[in-house]
């Protein structure tokens, strides 16, 4: 798992690649953003990181 301070960062940026796709491409990419986001998400849920408490 990546750490808690990684874990922001890279979502931003794999929020910034979906939309660059989404224009690109025309991919609706929220179930696959979804999909990527979802080990943070629960990783989250067990381990709450420092900015989401």
Known sequence: MLP???VLPSSIILLQL???LLNVFHVPLL???LLL???FLL???YEPFPFLT
């Open 4 to 6: 808690s301070f990684l």
């Open 37 to 39: 986001l979802l080990p």
């Open 43 to 45: 990783h989250a849920s």
């Open 18 to 20: 979906s939309l660059l």
């Open 31 to 33: 179930p696959v953003l």
